[in-house]
């Protein structure tokens, strides 16, 4: 499996409920988000505060502790998001930090294609 858009279309990485110009705009990013994803969220946050990182690269670490990621698909749209990829590679992750707010995940159907 390759998740694609680990960031979750900008929401791993911002508050929740920040609206940006893409996301007032894109009407599959625009569909509600569940429960969970708020719970997700969250623990990505937390984690980054502790370890003063940014939150893009939490939610790469993340990806090798899931037994389902075979390759993750980058975005990249900036050297910045290059930058925290590159970067998540070295941030090694305890069990604890991989696994905050996993419990919440649950998996979506295809959606637009």
Known sequence: ???YCRGG???LIRDWGTVTERSAGDDIGSRPYLDGDRT???AVTRVAGERGVPRAQVALARLPHRNTVV???VGAAGPRHIEDAVAAVELELG???A???EHACTPRPITGH
């Open 1 to 3: 499996m390759s998740p």
């Open 9 to 11: 279309r900008g929401r």
């Open 40 to 42: 997700i969220v969250e």
């Open 71 to 73: 390759a993750p698909i």
């Open 95 to 97: 069990e604890r930090e």
């Open 99 to 101: 696994e905050e707010g």
